[in-house]
């Protein structure tokens, strides 16, 4: 069945670094979404991206899909205290029962040390 | 607009116990799902359902049931409860719309499932 790979698992940045979150499937994905999650909270949906090698941005967050449309990341400049949460990335195929299945990444878990 | 609400919120079952864990949107959207959330292991999919008297299976839908008698309702049933559903667990729904179409889901505030 379709995987999406996430790394990386943990990340622990200062303050005002920039962090980066890459993701990675084993088919070609028609779209894939980003969502953030709080710690004790839940998924909240970021974005999603359909287009071979498209970029997005929103404020600090760079979100990007690939030219084969198999990975993406998404790359948080200056990173503040309120950025701490886990990041998931999930992925939807063309057709088929992949098509309505949303298949998330294991997320990578951010924490930003004051 | 409460979007998607989730009862109970907390739950302490014993083995071999059954319960329902409900799932209600407002929005009016057709696609449903319920996923289990583990330490170190993401979000799975359980069952999801496209519309009103359709579901399947998801990557982990073994000991749970689920039935969509109207756009609003996604149960999902735990039949005969076990330690290894100790989780939490989320329910989502968006608007309809497929591979590239699809549009973000909405998650409910979930439910913390203990079952000893």
């Known amino acids: 069945g379709q995987q999406v790979m996430q790394i990386p698992q943990y990340q622990h940045v200062q303050e005002g670094e920039d962090f980066t979150t890459y993701c990675n499937s084993s088919?070609?994905?028609?779209?894939i979404q980003w969502y953030k999650q709080r710690p004790g909270g839940h998924p909240v949906f970021l974005i999603q991206?359909?287009?071979?090698?498209e970029v997005k941005k929103q404020k600090r967050l760079t979100f990007q899909f690939g030219e084969a449309k198999k990975n993406s990341s998404l790359h948080i400049t200056a990173t503040q205290t309120t950025d701490v949460g886990t990041y998931f990335c999930?992925?939807?195929?063309?057709?088929?029962?992949?098509?309505?299945?949303?298949?998330f990444g294991k997320g990578t878990k951010l924490s930003v040390i004051p | 607009n409460a979007g998607v609400t989730q009862t109970p919120k907390f739950q302490v079952l014993k083995t071999g116990q059954s319960m329902t864990l409900q799932c209600a949107q407002d929005?009016?959207?057709?696609?449903m799902s319920w996923y289990r959330q583990d330490p170190g292991m993401g979000l799975r999919l359980i069952h999801y359902?496209?519309?009103?008297?359709?579901?399947d299976q998801g990557e982990v839908p073994n000991g749970y049931n689920v039935s969509r008698s109207t756009t609003e309702d996604f149960p999902l049933r735990l039949l005969s409860a076990a330690p290894s559903q100790t989780s939490v667990y989320f329910c989502?729904?968006?608007?309809?719309?497929?591979?590239?179409?699809?549009?973000?889901?909405?998650f409910g505030s979930g439910t913390r499932l203990t079952v000893v």
């Open positions: 989502a729904s968006s608007p309809p719309g497929q591979g590239a179409q699809s549009r973000g889901y909405t």
């Open positions: 088919t070609t994905l028609s779209n």
């Open positions: 991206l359909v287009k071979s090698g």
């Open positions: 999930a992925g939807l195929r063309d057709s088929g029962a992949g098509s309505y299945q949303l298949t």
């Open positions: 929005m009016n959207h057709e696609y």
């Open positions: 359902s496209v519309g009103a008297g359709i579901t």
